[in-house]
């Protein structure tokens, strides 16, 4: 078994940053990547972002990789997801999610483990 909790979300002016953590706990020696995903008020749920946890090799979705930076610190078993230049769209509950194999990037199903999400909001 694995645990994620996810912390950092709060509400945040348009423009402004904020940076999330999941720290994970239990048999985290069988993870082998860790993603974020968001899901927007009355929208599916999509990926944003996913690290290896052997090398650090990273993924974005087109739609956010130039404003978001995900990273790890392998000693505190926490990946961080650093959002900036945030605005109103970005508004949602953001969720961490454990893959124990090669996930198929984005495929939600593939993700064992998830974390309960933190809320994040963004006012215009």
């Known amino acids: 078994q694995v645990q994620l909790v996810e912390s950092g979300g709060g509400l945040v002016q348009a423009g402004g940053s904020l940076r999330l953590s999941c720290a994970a706990s239990g048999r985290t020696f069988s993870i082998y990547a860790v993603g974020w995903f968001r899901q927007a008020p009355g929208k599916e749920r999509e990926f944003v972002a996913v690290?290896?946890?052997?090398?650090?090799?990273?993924v974005y979705a087109d739609s956010v990789k130039s404003r978001i930076t995900i990273s790890r610190n392998n000693a505190e078993n926490t990946v961080y997801l650093q959002m900036n230049s945030l605005n109103p769209e970005d508004t949602a509950v953001y969720y961490c999610?454990?893959?124990?194999?090669?996930?198929?990037?984005?495929?939600?199903?593939?993700?064992?483990?998830w974390g309960q999400g933190t809320q994040v909001t963004v006012s215009s």
């Open positions: 999610a454990a893959a124990l194999t090669i996930p198929t990037i984005g495929l939600q199903s593939e993700y064992r483990y």
């Open positions: 690290i290896s946890w052997g090398d650090s090799s990273t």
